[in-house]
């Protein structure tokens, strides 16, 4: 299998290739841990695209149980159909509903496997799919068969570190943590979505961006889907440099900012602060 480099859509920088590469090379699940916004779960995407291998995505909710992953065997349907005389009752199979884990077992080329915010569930989760993610094997009871994957599939496991996950867990994964792109990384980034776009006007939005996110009591900071959203919206209106540069004491808060800021709290956070800044250059001798 080929190393994984990014792709033309996707800056993986030289640490996140090596952790890809690693997790493939030892046949271990990557666990990716980050915060909202860092392209965990792109990653996934781009790595099957990288690959040429089909992507199977589990995305996990709170109410997801591991056993679903697996199969589902819908007893209720095969009863009902048992009484009203259909010929599908017989074959127990009709009434086994394949989870993305049997789907990635058997495939028919190698897959990429996404378990996306896996900290969403709860705490037994990951403990109750130890076995089949590190024997690739899981047995069937209604069909009294043992299904097996003839090819490790390459297995990316997401998480928003809203819990932790168990150590027994960790030990059978490679870890890796996307850490949030710089200013420099950032704008490759934007260069990729945007191609040609005003250096000038990348410049102060990324300032501002990061200004933004460095502010103290910030409850929610912007993420990269965010900042491209909002520069998507400074074409759009053709905001300039200057509009976004100017720091008035009653300017705190950038153009178009419900792309950036998400939740009252923070924007009142910066009403705030655009009042006392007012209050501040209203006095004598400032």
């Known amino acids: 299998m080929s190393r994984f480099e990014g792709t033309s859509d996707y800056i993986a920088t030289d640490d996140l290739k090596i952790a890809v590469n690693a997790a493939v090379a030892l046949e271990r699940p990557l666990l990716i841990k980050g915060e909202p916004g860092t392209g965990k779960t792109v ?16 995305h996990i ?29 017989h074959d127990v199979r009709n009434y086994l509903k394949k989870g993305k884990l049997w789907e990635a077992f058997t495939a028919p080329v190698r897959p990429v496997l996404l378990i996306d915010e896996i900290d969403k569930a709860d705490i037994e989760f990951p403990n109750d799919l130890l076995q089949e993610l590190d024997r690739m094997e899981f047995y069937v009871q209604e069909i009294d068969e043992t299904i097996r994957a003839e090819v490790r599939p390459v297995v ?39 191609p040609g776009i005003k250096p000038r006007l990348v410049a102060e939005a990324l300032k501002t961006f990061y200004e933004i996110r460095d502010t103290p009591g910030l409850k929610k900071k912007p993420s990269t889907s965010e900042l491209l959203d909002w520069l998507k919206l400074l074409l759009v209106d053709d905001v300039s440099p200057e509009t976004l540069r100017e720091k008035t004491p009653g300017k705190l808060i950038p153009p178009l900012h419900g792309a950036l800021l998400k939740n009252e709290q923070d ?13 501040e250059g209203g006095r004598p001798g400032s």
Not at 44 to 53: F, G, T
Not at 62 to 89: C, F, I, N, P
Not at 267 to 279: C, D, G, K, M, V
Request: with cysteine; hydrophobic share 40%.
């Open 61 to 89: 909710k709170s109410t997801t149980k591991a056993h679903s992953g697996l199969y589902e065997y819908d007893a209720v349907s095969r009863l009902r159909d048992s009484q009203l005389g259909d010929e599908r009752v």
């Open 267 to 279: 924007i009142h956070l910066f009403e705030r602060l655009a009042f006392l800044n007012r209050r």
């Open 43 to 58: 990653l996934a995407y781009e790595l099957a695209r990288a690959l040429s291998a089909p992507l199977i995505t589990w």
């Open 156 to 194: 990316v496991i997401t998480s928003n570190n809203e819990k932790e996950l168990p150590d027994a867990f960790l030990r059978r994964c490679f870890f890796h943590y996307i850490r949030f792109p710089d200013a420099q990384t950032m704008q490759d980034i934007v260069e990729v979505h945007f």
